[in-house]
């Protein structure tokens, strides 16, 4: 990478020689022993789960135990030119982990151990593939939480690697804001370290987070230094139906100007809501429904509950109901959990594609308003779910795979709402990432000159192309 | 930047022939007439101005009104190898803005319009000149503020440049939080805008965070999104004595993990709070002094203010004094509003030389103890305020420039400090930037990998070297 020899041409968009795959794997094969896999069920297992991207399994998946055990692999891929995928929970929605080329996925499951908790400096050091709910189950006796929540229980390499933010992003922020450093093996076999333990620097380049949202293009990201924030002394969580979306998303807007530090607004349509009705045995209004959750202290909570539910009213909203005990409040957020499962219940059967724009707040009821109307117009079955308070919704298209026509229309609705929310100032992700199935819009939400700069980062940190090829950028 | 000629021996570090930089001020003259100048008094007005750092005059200073003037600029100094320095107000600390080798300063000041308010959306675009404080007089009205301060009246493109932070850090992050897209003029000429006006993205690499911090090495930040707060209903502040700096420290990490959301807290030792006293006719106790600020509603504002006066309590402080009136709270902050002028009044006719180092807030009692104990040994003047919330504290050094032997002291001892702040898993720089004066240290900062990792970006993106050379990284 530092060399002065050029590089070969970029990028090497095919499959390497099957006699130098086999060689790797051999070589793989050599120190990984029983940790190394090329049987077709994990494979199968380790390409493109979550999503309906069609699955393109990697030629091997190997296990790693450290960061000098991923070192030496990508070392080994990059003298031959093999890709490289880099694997943490598979949850990932847009084809981040499918092998277009063949190549060999690391899978950093193994890599589970939290190296260093720091509650005077609310922060901790783990390794990639902890998951958000194994670390939550460890810092729990010590009145500590890792606030970031997508929904899946992803592991934390693979969250900083798509940029993940979920429910509490309003409040906490995304892995962008959650990650203090990192430890990246590039693909030029180097181990970098991006920063010190401090809560801030102006050292140099923001290496972080040139890699949180790389989604594993510029390297494989084995261990995070994370900010952690202490488990509230109170909770309240709330529920508040509305006449319209308008009037949520205005009461939202009126939230987050009075600066009450809300710690969730999760807006339901009355799609989902009538989904969670029946799938959870509800009795909610089957209206546009706004769910909140408020962290304090004992008094805080109850203030800004009030005060949510003035401007609640305010906006033709209400009956506001809100609890602070634990029970009571998982009863009122049911419909929130449960939303997924509901949705999927409208039709046992069909995949679920989620779409995933984020616009400016103002922007946000024109934005799902048009979605409502052209799902309707395009027959499709679409509740809508939105992290409101960050401007961010999905839209969970229910579709059979096996229909072509049908995934076409999906495929056309998730065109114009993308257009939409870009021509709204949004972005066509807010929080799932690019991946395969979204490099189609990079060229319409960032100029050329914008993609010249990300491609010349590419070039410049992964000359042969060999790190997670045919994700995030055309080449 | 993307054409496949290979770059020319990187980086240029040498002044250009003065024939080829007459060529080039005589085409920007054609252009820019009266707003450019080669004058004697502005170039060494643009060279270092706040710093001990020997002042480098460029060779002009241009002037430009908007991105396509800076745009031009920078395609005619790149096609003839001059270098271009970005100047916002000169404020920054460790001599961003000398030209070691010549070439144009581009002042941004005149960039001076705000281009669009968004009050639902808490944002506003504005041209890199617009300072923070013409800002804030702009956003008053509105119930609008931007929260960073870093204690100069900066333009919004410097303190992007500089990753600056400041007072309301803890609370409101810092210039990397602040920022949600950047226009910016790359080395090539090319404009690019880093993002779109939604609150959060993972629609690829970073470049607004990459160009964050990048302190003109990069490019030329030119316009600027950020994001803004509502100003609080309620404002309290306050003002409490500690019998150590262990016990001011130790009361901060409580406050934080309490999930206080605390707005400022500010430590001042005991030789500043006397230099204080003298200078502003105040009658503090002369120990360690934290100074807070809690905004919130007038309810929970009192009872944060309740809450860190049993903190403080606990850990010895005290009595703690708190005011939500104006006038009550500027006299409670007048010492800290005063601090610099004070430290310069204890050797009057020195220069300040202020070090930036931040750690992890746990180690910070220790690292500000050494300090102290390494002031006094080394008979240097040097009072002590700190941003303790984040684990970043400033030593003012009262030097006289004109005495060598008291410059290598003075050098020595910024060497110890951050020496330790690193053994500390701290940085040598929490929010002044590298600039000329601490690229020594960023090779005990960062390893052979992470500067290689940094070298092989700045080489992408300025083959040439013509952006800012001579700062952030040795090449």
């Given amino acids: 990478m530092t060399g002065d020899a050029p590089p070969e041409p970029f990028p090497a968009r095919r499959r390497p020689d099957a006699g130098i795959v086999a060689a790797v794997v051999d070589a793989l094969r050599a120190h990984f022993g029983p940790r190394l896999s090329t049987g077709h069920a994990l494979r199968e297992q380790h390409a493109s789960t979550l999503t309906w991207v069609p699955s393109q399994p990697p030629d091997a998946v190997v296990f790693p135990h450290d960061t000098d055990e991923v070192r030496n692999v990508v070392k080994l891929c990059a003298e031959h030119g093999v890709p490289v995928i880099p694997f943490g929970t598979g949850s990932s929605l847009e084809g981040h982990v499918n092998a277009p080329y063949g190549g060999i996925s690391v899978d950093l499951s193994a890599m589970n151990r939290i190296l260093a908790v720091h509650p005077e400096d609310l922060d901790v050091v783990v390794q990639a593939g902890v998951t958000r709910k194994m670390l939550n189950e460890h810092l729990r006796d010590q009145g500590l939480f890792f606030p970031i929540d997508p929904g899946a229980d992803a592991s934390l390499g693979g969250m900083a690697a798509t940029r993940a933010s979920g429910t509490n992003a309003v409040r906490y922020g995304t892995m962008r804001d959650a990650v203090l450093a990192l430890t990246a093996v590039l693909p030029n076999g180097d181990v970098v370290r991006t920063a010190q333990r401090a809560r801030k620097s102006s050292a140099g380049y923001d290496l972080t987070r040139l890699l949180v949202g790389s989604e594993g293009t510029l390297g494989i990201i084995t261990e995070l230094t994370l900010r952690l924030s202490g488990i509230p002394e109170a909770i309240a969580a709330g529920l508040c139906p509305f006449p319209s979306i308008e009037a949520a998303c205005d009461a939202t807007i009126l939230t987050i100007q009075s ?113 409502k109307r052209d799902i309707l117009e395009s027959g499709l079955v679409a509740p809508i779910v939105g992290h409101v308070g960050d401007g961010n919704f999905h839209c969970l298209l229910l579709v059979d795979p096996d229909l072509p026509e049908e995934v076409a229309r999906a495929t056309g609705f998730i065109d114009r709402v993308v257009g939409h929310a870009l021509a709204l100032e949004g972005t066509c992700s807010g929080e799932h990432g690019i991946g395969q199935k979204k490099m189609r819009y990079m060229a319409e939400e960032h100029a050329p000159a914008t993609l010249a700069l990300m491609r010349s980062l590419k070039r410049a940190i992964d000359p042969r192309g060999i790190m997670n090829p045919g994700k995030l950028l055309d080449l």
Same sequence: chains 1, 2.
């Fill in 259 to 371: 600066g009450l530090p809300i710690a969730r607004i999760e807006l339901l349509d009355e799609v989902q809501v009538r989904a969670c009705n029946a799938y959870s045995r509800l009795a909610l209004p089957e209206t546009p429904l706004l769910l909140v959750e408020f962290h304090g202290s004992d008094a805080s909570v109850r203030e800004q509950s009030e005060r949510f539910g003035e401007i609640a009213d305010e906006h033709g909203g209400g009956p506001f109901r809100w609890a602070t005990e634990a029970k009571e409040r998982t009863r009122l957020w049911q419909a929130r959990h449960d939303a997924y499962w509901a949705a999927m219940s409208l039709r046992p059967g069909a995949k679920a594609i989620s779409t995933d724009v984020c616009v400016p707040i103002s922007r946000l009821a024109e934005c799902v308003q048009a979605a």
